[in-house]
């Protein structure tokens, strides 16, 4: 599995077609929340199979803080490590930045997950996009 920062539109548009599949297609997200005014400033992230794309991500600022965003996985690759591969690479890539501070909004369902790698929830439960979510904060 190979973790890519989205450097060329076809890049960028595998991420944005496995987000598409996950949140909108799979979840029922609206898919004017789930594309937003924000995708030109993120840095986006793509998981490829021997040139498949297979997962996404990506990430924005905010101060000294990364903010991580639309984690997702292709419902084939699931429980294959394809999620705790992306989230490695942001965490690297922004280390490499001079970033240690990792914020993110976490589907309930995914928060083992998240926690496996180090997150904390902070939050009480919210809604989003009519999915209940809790923040969870990172320092590495």
């Not at 979840?27 to 040139?51: K, L, M, R, S």
């Not at 890539?93 to 240690?100: A, I, P, V």
């Amino acid at each position: 599995m190979d973790i890519l920062i989205a450097e060329t539109k076809e890049q960028s548009n595998d991420a944005l077609a496995v987000r598409y599949k996950v949140f909108v297609e799979e979840q029922n997200v609206p898919e004017e929340e789930e594309i937003d005014q924000y995708e030109e400033d993120a840095i986006h992230f793509v998981a490829y199979d021997g040139g498949t794309p297979a997962g996404a991500g990506r990430i924005r600022i905010q101060d000294q803080t990364v903010k991580v965003e639309r984690i997702c996985v292709l419902n084939a690759y699931r429980g294959k490590k394809v999620g705790q591969a992306i989230m490695k690479k942001i965490e690297e890539t922004s280390k490499e930045r001079g970033f240690n501070q990792f914020l993110l909004n976490a589907q309930t369902h995914a928060v083992p997950f998240y926690k496996r790698i180090g997150y904390q929830v902070t939050s009480g439960e919210f809604m989003d996009a009519g999915i209940p979510h809790v923040q969870m904060k990172k320092r590495i």
